[in-house]
Structure formats: C-alpha cells, structure tokens
C-alpha cells in the first residue's frame, strides 16, 4: 500500500466552528508532513512529526493545532479560522525521520490527494 | 536562507516534442532533490526523487538530472503527450536552517497540445 489518504475531500466552515481534518498512511512512514497551499502557489510546509514528535512548527498560528496519535495517523484540529485560511490542505509522509539536524535518510515524499477548506 | 526557483513559469507545447523543465536552487548544501507533478486541485504524485549523491535517474520518459555546484536539476520530458499537462515543482531537502524540510519551488505549467 503506497497510499497517503486524507478525509475529507472538501470542508466548509464558519469562522467560529472547530473541525478536524485527518491523515492515514500505512506504509510504515515515520515521518508525517501538513502542508498549506493557496491558488498557484506551491505547498507551504506547516508541521512536521518524526516518530510522532512535532519537529518542526513554521510559526503556524495557534488556530491549526496538529496531532500524531500514532504513526500512521495525523489530524490537524481547526478552531476560529479567518477566511484566509481558505485553501488546499496537503499531507505527506516519508520513510525517514526528519527536521531534526542528523536525521536524514531515504526519504521521498509521498502525498494524499489534499482536503479543499472553504471559511466562510 | 535557501530558495528555489522554477523557469519558466508557463510553457505551451505541441504534442511529441522533447522539453526541458529547469529547477535552480541557492544553496548546494541539499540532501536530495524530487520532482512532482500535480493536477489541478489534486495532490502531489512523486515523479522522481535523485539523492545528493546521484547525477540522475530515469523513469520512463522522464529523466532528471542533479548539479549541486551549479544549484540546478533539470526534468527532461521525452515526446511530450497531452497527458502530461500538470504543473511540475521540485522540492529541494534542505539542510541550511538547522533543521531538514524540503523547499519547493515556484511551479512550471506545462500544457501540452494535441
């Protein structure tokens, strides 16, 4: 399975709801990827987990709150999100852990299809 | 603070030419480098991934090659099909900042015309 699933497809909010977007992989990827990409742009990197410890936050707002509850599954909680926030939500994953100096390895990206978010 | 740049930034083709997509980064201080293609709206499908170590690699028509020195990888596209109409990003892993994440680069639009 070389599959990185993502539900849901699409999301559509308010400014004042709290919803979750969800991340799956099962093929042994230790290291877990958001990221954040607007019209014709390409993808912004918000967090990464390496064997389920955030490694890196890029100074993402504390309205998206990521979660690893084990090493195949990654969430992304929303609350209090702006219209701006509006964009496709991309996940990744890669065999290695990485983020941290020293730990590299063989690790090409593989990436679900995204979740469309709307903030009304 | 490394950048990766994409030239061009559109390309408009006929069916069955050989293309050239070019990818420069500023700093040679890379782990690897990978090239995607994305559809619109969709996520990214992994095309090719060359290690810092390697000069190129091949799949099918597809062939990238790597010159850390210069900062450059290009994506060699072999008798171009309409099929191949995406938009291609590479992502260099960069290892300057202290931690190790991937870069991408701004995009190439390819269209590819029966």
């Known amino acids: 399975d070389t599959e990185v699933t993502q539900t849901p497809k699409h999301l559509v909010m308010g400014m004042t709801n709290k919803k979750s977007l969800k991340c799956e992989q099962h093929m042994g990827h230790r290291a877990m990827y958001w990221y954040k990409q607007k019209a014709k742009k390409p993808p912004e990197l918000m967090f990464v987990y390496s064997y389920e410890k955030l490694s890196i936050n890029e100074s993402v707002p504390s309205r998206f709150s990521p979660e690893c509850p084990n090493s195949s599954l990654l969430n992304l909680h929303l609350h209090a999100l702006q219209p701006e926030d509006s964009a496709l939500y991309l996940c990744?994953?890669?065999?290695?852990?990485?983020?941290?100096?020293?730990?590299?390895?063989?690790?090409?990206?593989?990436f679900g299809p995204g979740t469309r978010l709307t903030v009304l | 603070k490394q950048e990766v740049t994409q030239i061009p930034a559109a390309l408009s083709v006929p069916e069955g030419e050989n293309l050239v997509l070019n990818c420069s980064f500023t700093?040679?201080?890379?782990?690897?480098l990978q090239w995607f293609r994305q559809d619109p709206g969709k996520g990214l499908t992994s095309l090719l991934l060359?290690?810092?170590?390697?000069r190129e690699q091949t799949s099918g028509r597809l062939n990238a090659s790597l010159d850390k020195s210069s900062g450059r990888s290009t994506l060699y596209i072999a008798a171009s099909q309409p099929g191949d109409s995406a938009t291609y990003l590479c992502?260099?892993?960069?290892?300057?900042?202290?931690?190790?994440?991937?870069?991408f680069g701004t995009g190439t639009r390819l269209k590819v015309l029966a």
């Open positions: 992502a260099a892993y960069d290892t300057t900042s202290g931690t190790y994440k991937y870069i």
């Open positions: 060359i290690q810092s170590s390697q």
């Open positions: 700093d040679s201080a890379i782990y690897n």
């Open positions: 990744a994953s890669s065999q290695e852990g990485v983020g941290l100096a020293g730990a590299v390895g063989y690790n090409e990206q593989f």
